[in-house]
T-cell receptor
Framework: AQSVTQLDSHVSVSEGTPVLLRCNYS??????LFWYVQHPNKGLQLLLK??????LVKGINGFEAEFKKSETSFHLTKPSAHMSDAAEYFC??????????????FGQGTTLQVKP | NAGVMQNPRHLVRRRGQEARLRCSPM?????VYWYRQLPEEGLKFMVY????????ESGMPKERFSAEFPKEGPSILRIQQVVRGDSAAYFC???????????FGPGTRLTVL
């Protein structure tokens, strides 16, 4: 069965410094992986997705993530944090296999705080 | 092209009442997923529907919860005899196909008093 583990529940960075949000996945198949962002009291917005093409995936707002099969990781990074990046971030894997219905499996979330 | 619409955005119910949550998918999307987000947790899959059919309800509680997606009109998530533990944010997502990107609505925040 697929699962994702977000290694940090809270991450705090200063504005202008790099962001690293860590995610490890478990999957018996070649997974489809996503990062979503949720701003307070808002819906979810797709930041980026990996679907077995290039291992370095570029997303919106300067975010990118690297798929590392050997480490079963899909960490999210951004070179320079902006105040508007403060939000909840979810690492997500799409169910695979014979019963594939496309349902998404979410990590517990990482709250990113950006300090001025 | 309007995004996924959910209403109401906030819903307050007393224990024992019924809650009806509506989701209008994006134009051209015939696939709807419902997810629940309990406080301090990630989203959990509940049910996947296509027009007039429930495809996967493996995440639905066995009692009091039901979902439908009629030929015409929005998808409805219905919770009967609500309890405090049902308080959560309920999100729906729509997609044009099973393995296509899912687009999320703003959610309905249910509070059970």
């Amino acid at each position: 069965a697929q699962s994702v583990t977000q290694l940090d529940s809270h991450v705090s960075v200063s504005e202008g410094t790099p962001v690293l949000l860590r995610c490890n996945y478990s999957s018996s198949y070649s997974p489809s992986l996503f990062w979503y962002v949720q701003h307070p009291n808002k819906g979810l917005q797709l930041l980026l997705k990996y679907t077995s093409a290039a291992t370095l995936v570029k997303g919106i707002n300067g975010f990118e993530a690297e798929f590392k099969k050997s480490e079963t990781s899909f960490h999210l990074t951004k070179p320079s944090a902006h105040m508007s990046d403060a939000a909840e971030y979810f690492c997500v894997v799409s169910e695979e296999g014979s019963s594939n219905t496309g349902k998404l499996i979410f990590g517990q979330g990482t709250t990113l705080q950006v300090k001025p | 092209n309007a995004g996924v619409m959910q209403n109401p955005r906030h819903l307050v119910r007393r224990r024992g009442q019924e809650a009806r949550l509506r989701c209008s998918p994006m134009k051209g999307h015939s696939h709807v997923y419902w997810y629940r987000q309990l406080p301090e947790e990630g989203l959990k899959f509940m049910v996947y529907l296509q027009k007039e059919n429930i495809i996967d309800e493996s995440g639905m509680p066995k009692e009091r919860f039901s979902a439908e997606f009629p030929k015409e009109g929005p998808s409805i998530l219905r919770i009967q005899q609500v309890v405090r533990g049902d308080s959560a944010a309920y999100f729906c997502a729509s997609s044009p196909g099973t393995l296509s990107e899912q687009f999320f609505g703003p959610g309905t925040r249910l509070t059970v008093l």
